[in-house]
């Protein structure tokens, strides 16, 4: 079982950077895939990044903005998001799936989900 708790969404202007974290439960923390996902209303829910204990991905969204880090130590997982646009106004999930051959990127693949944090950014 893990438990994910988000923090760090808020409203800011377009351009400017904003840094989510993910604080999981568990003392298997690093067994797990990490992911963001973002949903926008009336849009699906939306890859934005995992990171295993070896390796970082990225959905096109985030590409070259978004830098996604995890510290096993802390048990927590980052989403660092710069030159924020308005299309990125959504609810950011983090989720957890356990560690597998490949990188799930679909949000039926991941088993725990946190609350959600709000990003809105105005023009």
């Known amino acids: 079982q893990v438990q994910l708790v988000e923090s760090g969404g808020g409203l800011v202007q377009a351009g400017d950077s904003l840094k989510l974290s993910c604080a999981a439960s568990g003392r298997t923390f690093s067994s797990y895939t990490l992911a963001w996902f973002r949903q926008a209303p009336g849009k699906e829910r939306e890859f934005v990044a995992a990171?295993?204990?070896?390796?970082?991905w990225y959905g096109d969204t985030g590409k070259g903005r978004f830098t996604i880090a995890r510290d096993n130590t802390k048990n927590t997982m980052y989403l660092q998001m710069n030159s924020l646009k308005p299309e990125d106004t959504a609810l950011y999930y983090c989720?957890?799936?356990?560690?597998?051959?490949?990188?799930?990127?679909?949000?039926?693949?991941?088993?725990?989900w946190g609350q959600g944090t709000q990003v809105t950014v105005s023009s």
């Open positions: 990171a295993t204990p070896d390796s970082n």
């Open positions: 989720a957890a799936s356990r560690l597998s051959d490949t990188v799930p990127t679909t949000a039926n693949n991941y088993n725990y």
